[in-house]
């Protein structure tokens, strides 16, 4: 909404709201931890890659009709400009990183939770079965089961991580993770409030899409990356 009433392009703005949960610093750190730097930075790049044509394609198609009139009518918001301390950025800073961790926290905790039940309790061979590198279909079931879902992407690398060790493929699991963040069921929800069906449905295509090759792309290389 700030984005489209502060008159930036419609391309611009769905850019970010790709790349925003898909991938951030931290999301990179996390990942270099448990599939290690090529899979992280890969995953990073190709996550941007997504954005980026996303968004293009979104301007080019001219989407900007789609968005409804009270998000384009929206009045900007117009702040004096202020100049922080040093020991007021600190401030600030301390705050923000409590403020971040508050709302993470929940996440990898349900995401742990998940990860260790499916470690422990599901039978290697179901996951093998399903979501193994032999299922051609193993990737878009992925998407498919992700989207419905509802989490921040630090609580769905424990889950990945869980079910990498059973033995998923590699592409299958990213693309489980980047459904789930860029996807998720309430998020549209919400969008739709925002954006008119061709707009919403061009989105999710284009998404789903771009997150199904990635998929597969991963799972071609697999062998090569761990």
């Given at each position: 909404?700030?984005?489209?009433?502060?008159?930036?392009?419609?391309?611009?703005?769905?850019?970010?709201?790709?790349?925003?949960?898909?991938?951030?610093?931290?999301?990179?750190?996390?990942?270099?931890?448990?599939?290690?730097?090529?899979?992280?930075?890969?995953?990073?790049?190709?996550?941007?890659?997504?954005?980026?044509?996303?968004?293009?394609?979104?301007?080019?198609?001219?989407?900007?009709?789609?968005?409804?009139d009270f998000i384009k009518q929206a009045p900007n918001v117009e702040t004096e400009g202020y100049s922080m301390t040093r020991t007021e950025r600190l401030q600030y800073a301390k705050e923000q990183l409590l403020h971040t961790i508050q709302k993470v926290a929940p996440?990898?905790?349900?995401?742990?939770?998940?990860?260790?039940?499916?470690?422990?309790?599901?039978?290697?061979?179901?996951?093998?079965?399903?979501?193994?590198?032999?299922?051609?279909?193993?990737?878009?079931?992925?998407?498919?089961?992700?989207?419905?879902?509802?989490?921040?992407?630090?609580?769905?690398?424990?889950?990945?991580?869980?079910?990498?060790?059973?033995?998923?493929?590699?592409?299958?699991?990213?693309?489980?993770?980047?459904?789930?963040?860029?996807?998720?069921?309430?998020?549209?929800?919400?969008?739709?409030?925002?954006?008119?069906?061709?707009?919403?449905?061009?989105?999710?295509?284009?998404?789903?899409?771009?997150?199904?090759?990635?998929?597969?792309?991963?799972?071609?290389?697999?062998?090569?990356?761990?």
């Open positions: 909404m700030g984005f489209t009433s502060a008159g930036l392009p419609v391309g611009v703005t769905f850019s970010f709201l790709i790349s925003s949960p898909m991938v951030d610093l931290g999301s990179l750190v996390l990942l270099m931890s448990i599939f290690g730097g090529k899979v992280a930075v890969l995953y990073v790049i190709l996550g941007l890659v997504i954005a980026v044509i996303g968004g293009t394609l979104l301007q080019k198609l001219g989407m900007e009709r789609y968005v409804e996440y990898i905790f349900i995401g742990v939770g998940i990860g260790a039940l499916i470690h422990n309790m599901i039978p290697q061979q179901w996951i093998e079965t399903i979501l193994g590198s032999h299922n051609p279909f193993a990737v878009i079931l992925a998407t498919v089961v992700g989207v419905p879902m509802y989490a921040d992407i630090f609580g769905t690398i424990p889950v990945a991580e869980g079910l990498l060790y059973k033995g998923a493929g590699l592409g299958t699991i990213l693309s489980f993770m980047m459904a789930v963040t860029t996807l998720s069921l309430p998020s549209m929800i919400m969008l739709k409030k925002a954006v008119k069906p061709q707009l919403l449905a061009v989105f999710i295509s284009i998404c789903v899409i771009g997150i199904v090759i990635v998929g597969y792309f991963f799972n071609g290389i697999q062998h090569i990356l761990i």
